[in-house]
């Protein structure tokens, strides 16, 4: 059974463009997470994703956003780049939302802002 | 509000010598305790789940266990290939639209030397 899988693995992005990554879930799965891992703050929410509904929405500001696809595949978008949003973005997935299933990670894409 | 720290951040083991990393939390209502291990450049790998006190999992070198409070990973004999940074993480606590969020502790990074 296939993987999380993320697109690009590596961006090199400069101030004030924008950027938009790819997530295809684990197959059957219908729940899809975000995070931002940085060295100081660890793995942070961004949202979640289930059924082309944002189900939930952690603390980050409205340059970041997202959206899922009717097979369940999502893309998140940042605008507006800031250096601060340089860190590798993680996408899991769950096979339903609400669950205390355990969610399985893609290997993320590294997003440089120079 | 809902806190997962993790203990010690780092950790260094001769090859063979056995120790345990700590997850203590805070969480209403707790559905679930999660570790997963992370490789550098990788996303998190999902090693166990535990979802009640007293329950133990086992995986190789790896025991996990649950207390009202805390979690512990055992790592009895450690290897070289077991270096990695663990990290756990538990569902946000239960209630309207929190959904697909964990948190996570800010892990343990071991090292094993042969």
């Known amino acids: 059974k296939a993987g999380v899988t993320q697109t690009p693995r590596y961006l090199i992005k400069t101030r004030g463009q924008q950027v938009t990554l790819s997530c295809s879930p684990i197959s059957g799965h219908r729940s899809v997470s975000w995070y931002q891992q940085t060295p100081g703050q660890g793995l942070q929410f961004l949202f979640e994703y289930f059924s082309e509904t944002q189900r939930n929405k952690g603390n980050f500001p409205g340059r970041f956003s997202g959206r899922q696809f009717s097979n369940s595949r999502s893309e998140m978008n940042v605008s507006t780049l800031e250096l601060g949003d340089s860190a590798l973005y993680l996408c899991a997935s769950s096979p339903r939302t609400g669950s205390n299933q355990p969610q399985h990670f893609g290997d993320g894409t590294r997003l440089s802002i120079l | 509000e809902d806190q997962v720290t993790q203990s010690p951040e780092a950790l260094r083991l001769q090859e063979g010598e056995s120790s345990s990393l700590n997850c203590s939390y805070t969480?209403?209502?707790?559905?679930?305790l999660f570790w997963y291990r992370q490789d550098p450049g990788k996303g998190p790998e999902f090693l166990f789940t535990l979802y009640s006190a007293g329950e133990e999992k086992e995986k190789e070198r790896l025991k996990a266990t649950l207390t009202k409070k805390e979690s512990f990973l055992h790592i009895t004999a450690p290897k070289p290939e077991d270096s990695a940074t663990y990290l756990c993480a538990v569902p946000q606590a239960p209630g309207s639209g929190n959904t697909g969020k964990l948190i996570f502790g800010q892990g343990t990074t071991l090292q094993v030397k042969p």
């Open positions: 969480v209403s209502g707790l559905r679930g």
